[in-house]
Nanobody, 128 residues
Framework: QEQLIESGGGLVQAGGSLRLSCACSGFRFKNYAMGWFRQAPGKEREFVAVLSGSGNSSRYIDAVKARFAISRDNAKNTAYLQMNNLKPEDTGVYYC?????????????????????WGQGTQVTVSS
């Protein structure tokens, strides 16, 4: 059974930092690109960042470039999202997701339907 479990969310003041983790099991982690999405209240889920299975390629939305960093530890089957200089507009539920990319290892998906597995989400709240 595939599982993705996010952790590390919480309440932080603007300018602060959080590190989200996504612990995965039940699938061959290294063969999946890992993405992070977020959903603010009343808004649609949006793509934030994605990292290839090898960790060599990544993509971010413009709003988080230079503030967020996605990484992974394939030995621990865990993906991370380091979030620095947080802003109130970063508030939302953050989800990690896995996209099978064994046959296309450099593909970086940005659309939610392309992902195969999802975590339950972790709340991030940034106060002003």
């Amino acid at each position: 059974q595939e599982q993705l479990i996010e952790s590390g969310g919480g309440l932080v003041q603007a300018g602060g930092s959080l590190r989200l983790s996504c612990a995965c099991s039940g699938f061959r982690f290294k063969n999946y690109a890992m993405g992070w999405f977020r959903q603010a209240p009343g808004k649609e889920r949006e793509f934030v960042a994605v990292l290839s299975g090898s960790g060599n390629s990544s993509r971010y939305i413009d709003a988080v470039k230079a503030r967020f960093a996605i990484s992974r530890d394939n030995a621990k089957n865990t993906a991370y999202l380091q979030m620095n200089n947080l802003k109130p507009e970063d508030t939302g539920v953050y989800y990690c997701a896995a996209d099978w990319t064994y046959l296309r290892p450099n593909y970086l998906a940005e659309r939610a339907p392309e992902y195969d597995y999802w975590g339950q989400g972790t709340q991030v709240t940034v106060s002003s």
